[in-house]
């Protein structure tokens, strides 16, 4: 247990319903008359929801222990993808459900990060950018125009992006795994 004079960003506390949020910022406030408060903006760490919400000044919150670890992406075995923890080497099977998009971004050995909370995984946390290969696009026609100058192809993991039209079959390029954008050639 901790007040919420100890709030920091990037802390995990436990409301009500067992639901774990992350404090994305806060703001204490000391108005004229009447007591003081924290401002505080959450983020539901399950469903990214993010909400605001008031505490009055020293009430008790329930904080999360939440334990990230460097792992490595090993395999897919059925619904789940298996990681190795890199200190450890222990092997742990997380949901394909809490791996969520990453899984478009993710070759077999990509480092990521995994948050766990009383042994069970919440989140994966991949890099900023990820290298792929392109397994397949159509070649782009010089001149045409009318799409932007992208054209759609198809990733080495089964993704889909939009890429520029000089882009070929085979190329790796840069993508950003929080938007699934194209940054650029690798």
């Known amino acids: 247990m901790a007040t919420t004079n100890d709030l920091k960003n990037g ?5 009500e319903g067992g639901e774990l949020w992350s404090v994305v910022e806060f703001q204490h406030v000391k108005p004229g008359k009447g007591g003081a408060f924290v401002r505080t903006k959450l983020k539901n760490v399950l469903s990214g929801k993010v909400v ?3 505490f009055n000044a020293g009430v008790k919150v329930d904080v999360a222990n939440v334990d990230k670890r460097e792992m490595q992406y ?3 075995d059925g619904d789940d993808f298996v ?3 890199t200190e450890t080497y222990d092997m742990v099977n997380v949901p394909a459900g809490t791996v969520g998009t990453a899984a478009n971004y993710m070759l077999e050995n990509t480092t990521a990060t995994v948050a766990f909370n009383e042994g069970a995984a919440l989140y ?22 009318s799409t932007g100058g992208t054209k759609p192809a198809t990733l080495e993991t089964g993704a889909e ?5 000089f882009i070929t079959t085979g190329e790796k390029v840069k993508v950003d795994t929080r938007t ?3 940054l650029g050639r690798a």
């Open 11 to 15: 802390i995990v506390l436990k409301l």
């Open 52 to 54: 605001d919400k008031t």
């Open 74 to 76: 090993s395999y897919r």
């Open 83 to 85: 990681f190795m923890d």
């Open 124 to 145: 994966v946390d991949l890099p900023a950018a990820a290298e792929l290969t392109i397994a397949s696009t159509e070649p782009g026609l010089q001149g045409d125009r």
């Open 161 to 165: 992006i939009k890429v520029p039209l």
């Open 180 to 182: 699934g954008e194209y």
